[in-house]
């Protein structure tokens, strides 16, 4: 397997993720490694480049040359167009729990076969998830 170098602060970093994503879906059995914390971060990026996209795709047509190529700054990213705020956070994790936060209207936890929490999309369906991260992944997909 290929080995990437990191400096200290992203060590710390992946570790206090890691440390994070364990203590919210694994309980005191499971074990999470530094690469299942990185892997979470390239998921979440892709989630992401693929949101950005879209967004410049929509927006191409009706904003000017200068707007355009802001679009797909990283300031824009979690601006008002993506739904959130201009101070949103830059840590995943907190970016994460706050789009819980922002629609915990759309989602509850339930007792169910389905699934453990329900999520009312906008169409007035309802999926159902198993963890919080997939309700993280419908919220990100249809909000």
């Known amino acids: 397997m290929p080995e990437i170098d990191v400096s200290a602060e992203q060590s710390e970093y992946l570790e206090e993720l890691r440390a994070a994503l364990a ?5 005191a059995y499971g074990t999470m490694r530094t690469r299942d914390a ?3 971060l390239i998921d979440r990026h892709e989630a992401t480049r693929d949101d950005a996209l879209v967004v410049e795709g929509d927006e191409a047509g009706e904003a000017s040359s200068d707007e355009t190529e802001t679009v797909g700054d990283d300031e824009d990213e979690t601006g008002d167009d993506a739904g959130g705020s201009s101070d949103a956070p830059a840590n995943p994790l907190q970016a994460a729990q706050q789009l819980l936060d922002e629609h915990d209207d759309v989602w509850e ?3 169910s076969d ?3 929490y329900a999520v009312t999309l906008p169409d ?5 998830a198993r963890t919080r ?3 993280r992944a419908l919220l990100f997909k249809h909000y």
């Open 23 to 27: 203590d919210e879906h694994l309980g």
């Open 38 to 40: 990185l892997q979470y």
């Open 109 to 111: 936890e339930v007792d």
């Open 114 to 116: 389905s699934g453990k």
């Open 124 to 128: 007035g369906s309802t999926e159902y």
């Open 133 to 135: 991260d997939d309700v």
